[in-house]
């Protein structure tokens, strides 16, 4: 296909095509003629990964293009892979405190977590306990042991999906891990405001412009 039924079938602009391809995340298209480039499906399917990660999963072109090359690389180490997107997602600026990473490898390793220490996931949530004692709530540290439950229902849920896909190869192993880390961000911020809502139903009766 043309570019321009590329961009049409994609919804990306035949501009942020030819972006994409310069900036490493897409692969060039085939050269028909002098001016003429040809793409397939597998490019079609390339934006689509390509806008999943950077307008739903937040990442920059610079973490998405991290995250895609190890994903493509048949010979990078799976926990690599697993290690680049986990990495790749937003943090805090700011180093957390000791005594916050300290609260958060004593609720995980309660719940019998292997923590290291270079898990990016560390300071994120240490950095979110730091944030609550700036506010005064100091109190809301109280839901540290039953999102660490259900941060490890989420995470059994992703490696099972990790390793139903094994079989299929490493390039498919490798994007789900990369596309599960990223969007599995957002689609458990997602279901969480779900789940507020319908929890506060339940206890408190339904509120304007809940479902009946």
């Not at 299929?168 to 599995?184: D, F, R, Y």
Request: proline content about 6%; aromatic content about 4%.
């Amino acid at each position: 296909m043309r570019i321009s039924e590329l961009a049409t079938r994609s919804g990306v602009s035949a501009a942020s095509i030819k972006w994409y391809a310069r900036e490493g995340l897409l692969p060039a298209g085939e050269r028909t003629g002098y001016n003429q480039t040809e793409y397939g499906e597998d490019h079609l399917a390339r934006l689509q990964l390509i806008r999943s990660l950077i307008e739903v999963g937040g990442l920059s072109v610079a973490a998405a293009r991290a995250v895609l090359a190890a994903a493509d690389d048949p010979d990078h180490p799976f926990g690599d892979t697993l290690g680049i997107a986990q990495a790749s997602l937003p943090r805090s600026a700011a180093p957390p405190t000791a005594e916050s990473v300290q609260q958060v490898k004593d609720a995980t390793r309660a719940q019998g977590w292997e923590v290291c220490d270079d898990n990016p996931g560390l300071p994120a949530a240490a950095a979110v306990l730091d944030r609550y004692r700036a506010l005064g709530r100091e109190d809301l540290t109280a839901t540290l042991p039953g999102y660490v439950r259900a941060a490890e229902v989420a995470a059994a849920a992703d490696l099972d999906c990790i390793t139903k896909n094994l079989d299929a190869g490493p390039a498919t192993a490798a994007q789900t891990v990369v596309v599960g880390t990223v969007l599995g961000d957002a689609l458990l911020a997602g279901l969480r405001r779900m789940a507020q809502a319908s929890e506060s139903d339940r206890r408190f009766g339904p509120t304007p412009g809940s479902p009946s």
